[in-house]
């Protein structure tokens, strides 16, 4: 006899027969179907099916069991190794402008990036349930460990524009294995959170933040390991991708074993057990969390739109001893710690600017779309109209929180719009899809983000004085 939570919040005790490790049966009354409480502590549903806020909070690490703590941190691995590669090559920003000189590097290559992102996300979307998470996560990672480690051997092989030619494919080849892996690790997230009563979206945004912090900090330390001459700086980029793809073949290792423990080994009736979406399905999925997909959109948009092309594009420095390529290594760190914070804090921070409750989807939509105002601000700094390197962080530590909270707030409580009802594979394929969907619209965001920059990019060049 387990006791379960009716969707009105009244308590009921019924007779629970385990028949199946993922399904569960009530038996006083047959027609009745398996409902789960919501992924967040903090809402509830009222007798129509709809979310309200109950005035709890989101389950703490220090409230967690053994398991959940363990599974917590391989998420949060994982989602530092989701984006290693991207955040390798705005890191690298300064080494690529140093070889690629009038090419606006910082600018096209993450384009790319995002494109073959998108890309290779179209592609799971059309047969994602015919590949495992683990084969998806192994073959992702592994192709951004041989990615990032070829990288220096190919600008210290190569020059002019054979050389450029060369990082650019890399630079796609990059963002094909990140669209398996990211596109696999919020679904992932979201199923193991519907098992496990925990939101795993958290430690995996929190990853994303944190490797950004990580990798800017190899950089600066390979950067002041050696002399800045061609040389110096050929030596200090091998050493700084190598770590990079280091963390990326480790993230393989422990995505495949997550994987397997969250899916479990499915063979004969359990792999004909789990529940396929049809079109019909994944449509209804999408109008459930639209709103929360159009916000993540607007934030990472906006936050694309500035960084990292626009927010390193300075030309001269204000800073005593602080040379041009020393700057850009600084903003891009700014933004990855002002990124990470958010990430942690970044429910907490939205929470408190609800009033204390959970923000509904067109709040954290209006929340998105004020961020606009950051665009010419920025603008005044890249232009030159306003020559401060303090002014420059302080707006780009800005965008880099907001960017970090808004975001994991649009991917925490969007699974709990999701709506539920039926077996329990039924739930959590919704769930995983939902999932799926929240980081489409996170890479929309970039991709039109990053777009944006390229006009923007040409513009502030025409006005700069």
């Given at each position: 006899h387990n006791s379960l939570v009716s969707p009105s919040g009244m308590d009921e005790t019924l007779e629970v027969t385990r028949v199946h490790p993922r399904e569960f049966f009530a038996v006083e009354k047959m027609e009745r179907t398996w409902e789960r409480r919501p992924l967040l502590a903090c809402t509830g549903m009222d007798k129509a099916g709809s979310l309200q806020d109950v005035g709890g909070k989101e389950k703490r690490l220090s409230e967690m069991s053994g398991e959940e703590k363990v599974l917590w941190a391989c998420f949060f691995v994982l989602g530092a190794g989701t984006l290693a590669g991207w955040n390798?090559?705005?890191?690298?920003?300064?080494?690529?402008?140093?070889?690629?000189?009038?090419?606006?590097?910082?600018?096209?290559?993450?384009?790319?990036?995002?494109?073959?992102?998108?890309?290779?996300?179209?592609?799971?979307?059309?047969?994602?349930?015919?590949?495992?998470?683990?084969?998806?996560f192994g073959v992702g990672f592994l192709t951004g460990t041989a990615v990032l480690g070829a990288i220096p051997l190919a600008t210290s092989k190569l020059s002019g524009l054979a050389a450029w030619v060369v990082v650019v494919l890399l630079s796609a080849g990059l963002g094909l294995g990140n669209g398996m892996t990211e596109g696999s690790l919020y679904g992932l997230a979201a199923a193991a959170s519907e098992r496990k009563g925990v939101q795993y979206a958290v430690p995996a945004q929190a990853g994303q933040g944190f490797v950004g912090v990580f990798v800017c900090g190899c950089r600066v330390v390979t950067k002041a390991m050696f002399p800045q001459d061609k040389q110096g700086s050929m030596v200090s980029a091998q050493v700084f991708f190598s770590l990079a793809a280091l963390l990326s073949l480790v993230c393989a290792v422990v995505g495949h074993r997550v994987a397997s423990v969250v899916r479990g080994a499915r063979t004969g009736e359990e792999a004909a057990a789990i529940h396929h979406l049809s079109w019909g399905e994944k449509a209804g999925v999408v109008r459930e969390i639209g709103d929360f997909a159009q916000a993540n959109v607007l934030v990472n948009g906006v936050s694309m739109m500035l960084f990292p092309a626009l927010a390193t594009s300075a030309k001269s420095t204000t800073t005593e001893g602080l040379s041009v390529s020393w700057m850009a290594v600084v903003v891009v760190s700014c933004y990855s710690v002002a990124d990470t914070a958010g990430n942690l804090y970044g429910m907490d921070w939205v929470r408190l600017m609800a009033g204390g409750r959970r923000p509904s989807a067109r709040e954290l939509q209006a929340s998105s779309v004020w961020r606009i105002v950051l665009v010419p601000i920025m603008m005044l700094s890249a232009t030159e109209r306003v020559k401060s390197d303090l002014f420059v962080v302080v707006v780009t530590c800005l965008l880099g929180f907001t960017n970090g909270a808004l975001s994991v707030a649009c991917m925490s409580i969007a699974p709990d719009a999701v709506k539920e009802g039926g077996s329990y594979e039924i739930v959590q394929s919704r769930k995983e899809y939902g999932g799926y969907i929240m980081t489409v619209a996170l890479l929309v965001g970039v991709t039109l983000g990053l777009t944006l920059a390229v006009p923007l990019n040409l513009a502030a060049d025409s006005l700069r004085l």
């Open positions: 390798s090559l705005c890191a690298a920003v300064d080494f690529f402008r140093a070889h690629f000189e009038g090419r606006d590097a910082p600018v096209w290559l993450s384009l790319t990036f995002e494109v073959a992102t998108m890309t290779s996300l179209g592609l799971l979307a059309l047969g994602a349930d015919k590949v495992s998470s683990q084969t998806r």
